[in-house]
């Protein structure tokens, strides 16, 4: 595949081969964006860009395109704007597509969305008239040849850059690559994963895609208590945490002194996965990594310098 | 549809037909016969502890989706009847009040959709929504706009685990999943990793008519 021209520094940053970091910025049930463009100013210089969550988990929070562009301005870091099929038609998904392209908006991640009976709104009626693949290539007509759906010619088009995500958690695995093939098939031009805990799980994974020509970020997610590892161990699906990192952070959470027990807490995260960083450069051929410290920004750098980088 | 609500419908109303149907509502021992007697048994007795008057029959229909047999059936019934319950699939009601537009129609059923049944298990499966664009062809006989919950063409989604759906908490299965599965027995993982355009929604535009 030959490289396309880059319109965002991300993907100009994944053709050069550079390997990448992205966070994550949550909006949630707030009429401000203050929170969310004080992260993303604790993020600049650490990250390329960061994704910007699209009412996750079907929880009725702000959207993703406003803060997206408020990053940008504000803060001046590039946003990553997620974007998922679950509460809009084709025609809403197109307008904010225009919309995102005239605020400046270029990577948009598309995601088909939890299902909103997932949600706290789970009366919702569910839409997915489009879904991740056909909203990849509605994304790549608009790039490309300028055009909506139907080939009708838009007036001055935006560029946009397209990433999908992928689960490396997912049982069976053969689907889910075949999957990401379709994807490929449409133009996916980057990909970022769920959250990996375990290094030999990323390195089976990237070795499953290898022959998949998307560039691939791996996720990770720092565990800021013990309470959300036994969680996420317990009911997040296809997700499994090495119980030695849980146990670590069991005893940790044993400390009284409150400031003292978080800065354990991120010394073991810092040292954790420095080295799952350094592993998943020397060994995979991942394109970057996006790291989920929502509201722990600062953990970022740390954990980047610990790597080696 | 619970009996508290279907008694709520019909308080004040005298006397009543409960009309079951012999066709899909029948079969799947939803509205045949037995349940319109059933049902007719239960308003009669919750009247008579009340102290409420009226008179509540029962009969069946062979199809309540026929408007002839409609007619023909119930025409001869409705001598002092105030309403008419159906327990048919959403449509017999609707295809009642056409034929005989005078008298008052309710329905005792929340209709599901169309199903398969597991006669053994009591289980009754939405197999088929009728969106009048049939992917059954290429997806190994497993319709994802019906058993997807998202009616994805590009399934499945990131909601998939060991081949079950995060919706129902991964007790139902991933159709998805089922589609993977059949299209690699019969060697055709091909047609799932293949890209489908986003459906043409026109031919589930409602209200349908099909002329025949």
């Known amino acids: 595949m030959t490289k396309r021209e880059a319109y965002s520094k991300l993907m100009e940053e994944i053709n050069a081969g550079k390997f990448v970091y992205t966070g994550e910025l949550e909006p949630e049930k707030i009429g401000d964006m203050e929170e969310v463009i004080e992260g993303a100013k604790k993020l600049v210089g650490h990250v390329v860009a960061a994704n910007v969550t699209d009412i996750p988990q079907s929880f009725a929070y702000m959207n993703s395109l406003g803060p997206s562009y408020m990053i940008q301005e504000k803060a001046g870091l590039e946003a990553v704007c997620q974007m998922t099929c679950r509460d809009r038609n084709r025609l809403a998904m197109f307008a904010d597509l225009l919309a995102a392209g005239a605020l400046g908006i270029v990577n948009i991640l598309a995601l088909t969305g939890d299902h909103p009976s997932l949600g706290d709104q789970p009366e919702a009626k569910p839409v997915f008239d489009l879904d991740s693949a056909s909203l990849t290539a509605l994304i790549r007509k608009i790039t490309d040849k300028g055009v909506d759906l139907n080939g009708h010619e838009i007036h001055n088009p935006p560029k946009f850059h397209v990433g999908v995500a992928i689960n490396p958690g997912a049982i069976p695995l053969e689907p889910e690559i075949l999957k990401l093939e379709r994807k490929e098939s449409v133009g996916a031009e980057f990909a970022q994963t769920q959250v990996v805990f375990e290094i030999e799980k990323a390195k089976q994974f990237m070795k499953a895609i290898k022959h998949v020509k998307v560039p691939t970020l791996v996720g990770i997610f720092p565990l800021k208590s013990y309470k959300i590892g036994q969680w996420m161990n317990d009911f997040v699906p296809g997700v499994t945490i090495p119980s030695d990192l849980l146990h670590q952070l069991k005893e940790l959470q044993k400390i009284e002194d409150k400031p003292l027990r978080k800065e354990k807490i991120a010394e073991m995260n810092v040292e954790y996965y420095g080295e799952f960083l350094r592993e998943l450069r020397k060994t995979t051929n991942a394109a970057g990594c996006h790291i989920m410290a929502v509201k722990w920004e600062e953990l970022i750098p740390r954990i980047i310098e610990a790597s080696g980088r | ?212």
């Open chain 2, 1 to 212: 549809m619970p009996v508290e609500k279907i008694l709520k419908t019909v308080e004040g109303i005298e006397n009543l037909l409960i009309v079951g149907c012999d066709g899909c509502s029948g079969i799947y021992m939803v509205g045949g016969e037995k349940q319109a007697e059933t049902l007719a048994k239960l308003i009669q007795m919750h009247r008579q502890l009340n102290n409420e008057l009226g008179e509540v029959r029962h009969t069946i229909v062979l199809r309540q989706c026929d408007r002839q047999l409609v007619a023909t059936t119930l025409r001869p019934q409705l001598d002092k009847v105030d309403a008419m319950v159906s327990l048919a699939c959403g449509v017999g009601p609707q295809t009642l009040i056409d034929v005989f537009p005078d008298i008052k129609v309710f329905t005792a059923v929340d209709t599901y959709g169309m199903g398969g049944k597991d006669r053994e298990l009591g289980h009754f499966f939405e197999y088929c929504s009728g969106c009048g664009d049939c992917l059954l062809n290429e997806t190994g006989g497993i319709c994802p706009m019906t058993r997807c919950p998202k009616a994805l063409v590009n399934g499945p989604c990131g909601g998939m685990l060991d081949g079950k759906c995060e919706v129902g908490d991964y007790k139902n299965d991933c159709a998805w999943f089922l589609i993977y599965e059949r299209l690699k027995k019969l060697g055709r993982l091909d047609l799932y990793r293949k890209y489908r355009e986003p459906r043409d929604w026109r031919v589930s535009q409602s209200p349908r008519k099909l002329e025949i």
